[in-house]
């Protein structure tokens, strides 16, 4: 059952960011999870005190490890404790893996668009794992809009994946600042910038999209106005809660 | 007891009485929506009730508006864990839309634009604990939270508030919509914590 609490050992900690970093967790019994899927994570203080948050799966692995990448909100409660103070060898509890609809399974044929603002990639990155360890020919094209270059997740991994994978295509904008010798200036994502870095309308891919709310509602729309069909695309929200009203 | 971080230290809100177990209060109002937001003007908005014997009640925006309406102040739980206190709707009491409404089901399926939808059994949408509401802090309902309405059963978690409403089915059987579908509680009391299947 998914509404267990279950002990978790850190077995991995690696900093992704100045601000973000990755954690593996192995968890007894746990059975392999969806790319896409999040994870509950609660934290017990030392006089009861607890804290439950929900956390996006990076590698959903195919045995009793998974990893997720948190990145630290500046007002954050439970973030700033994942990302500074947890080591290799403390145990936390975790609930889940959750959620199945905003996933990739081997099993689906359609071609796939992502799209990630910022740390909006994590459950991405998920699906780009597993789709690259299966034998699944669709495309996939990754479309991770980002602040800077030092803001983004897995550039390696996504560095060399986009490099050598016939199946994957990694596509990038800089909203801030651009990498060095970049061949465009650092701009805010507009539609046409948007739609000239996505698979085309037809046939239609399955897009999912994942980032802070603004960047996904605006993203939706861009699409929809486009003619991508509003059942084709999936989004998830992330990072901070936004706005009152 | 669970594990014990040491170096843990947290908020403490979890005194307060008013959240249910594992929430924590913001201030803030996210937005979780599986799929891009519907545009519906309210020139083409209805809200409807459908009964097994085929009937259909209907209303249109003007009609809607025309009802008595009320002033809700209530808490909000989502099942990601934030709840929000003291927020403040206005909208038509599912009491008042059931009114002539003749059925002998005990459970409903709300139906959105969009194509979303949420099962609550009858019971917990009468009773004054549900309402049509298309009014947030004093200002029309915006689109990404479900404008022009929502249905509002702020004693469930907040994802049976179906945004973008369109109308209420009655059903014979418990019938599991969509997150119900994807891994989530069939019923989702916060004070049960009845978060996933």
């Known amino acids: 059952m998914s509404t267990l609490w279950r002990v978790a050992d850190v077995v991995s900690s690696m900093p992704e960011t100045e601000t973000a970093r990755t954690i593996g967790l192995r968890v007894n019994g746990l059975n392999g999870n969806l790319a ?4 509950d994570i609660r934290l017990t203080a030392d006089d009861g005190y607890t804290a439950v948050r929900s956390y996006s ?5 195919m045995d009793e490890t998974l990893e997720i990448t948190v990145d630290e909100l500046a007002n954050g409660e439970v973030s700033p404790y994942l990302v500074r103070d947890l080591v290799v060898g403390d145990q936390l509890e975790i609930r889940g893996p959750v959620g199945g609809w905003f996933v ?11 799209i990630a603002g910022g740390s909006g990639i994590v459950p991405l990155m998920s699906m780009i794992r597993a789709h690259h360890a299966s034998e699944n020919p669709a495309q996939f094209r990754l479309l991770y809009s980002l602040k800077s270059p030092e803001a983004g997740f897995y550039r390696e991994e996504l560095g060399t994946l986009g ?7 990694v596509d990038y904008i800089f909203t801030r600042k651009t990498p060095p010798g970049w061949p465009t200036a650092a701009q805010r994502l507009t539609a046409e910038t948007l739609l000239a870095n996505i698979l085309p309308p037809d046939p239609t891919p399955d897009i999912f999209i994942c980032g802070q709310t603004v960047f996904v509602e605006t993203v939706a729309e861009w699409l929809v106005q486009a003619g991508y069909p509003t059942a084709s695309i999936k989004t998830e929200r992330f990072g901070g809660t936004g706005g009152t009203r | 007891m669970g594990i014990i971080s040491s170096k843990f230290h947290g908020r403490r809100q979890s005194g307060n009485p008013a959240l249910p177990p594992g929430q924590y209060q913001t201030e803030s109002f996210p937005v979780l929506t599986a799929g891009p937001a ?5 020139a083409d908005w209805e809200f409807f009730i459908t009964t097994e014997a085929g009937q259909r009640h209907a209303w249109s925006w003007d009609a809607f508006m025309a009802l008595p309406q009320t002033d809700i102040h209530t808490d909000i739980h989502c099942v990601t864990s934030w709840s929000r206190l003291g927020t403040s709707w206005r909208g038509v009491s599912l009491d008042t839309l059931f009114e002539n409404v003749e059925t002998s089901c005990e459970f409903t399926t709300a139906h959105s634009y969009g194509g979303y939808t949420t099962n609550v059994p009858l019971p917990d949408l009468l009773g004054g604990r549900a309402w049509v509401a298309w009014e947030f802090d004093g200002a029309p309902l915006e689109r990404a939270h479900g404008g022009p309405a929502r249905l509002i059963v702020p004693h469930l978690y907040f994802w049976k508030s179906a945004k973008w409403i369109n109308g209420i089915e009655l059903t014979r059987g418990d019938d599991p919509g969509f997150w119900e579908s994807n891994g989530y509680h069939i019923h989702g009391d916060p004070w049960r914590e009845e978060r996933y299947s």
């Open chain 1, 36 to 39: 896409g899927q999040h994870i």
């Open chain 1, 57 to 61: 799966v990076a590698r959903a692995g």
């Open chain 1, 104 to 114: 990739w399974k081997p099993t689906d044929t359609n071609s796939i668009q992502l």
């Open chain 1, 163 to 169: 490099q050598e994978s016939s199946k994957l295509t």
């Open chain 2, 38 to 42: 519907p545009r519906i003007p309210t």
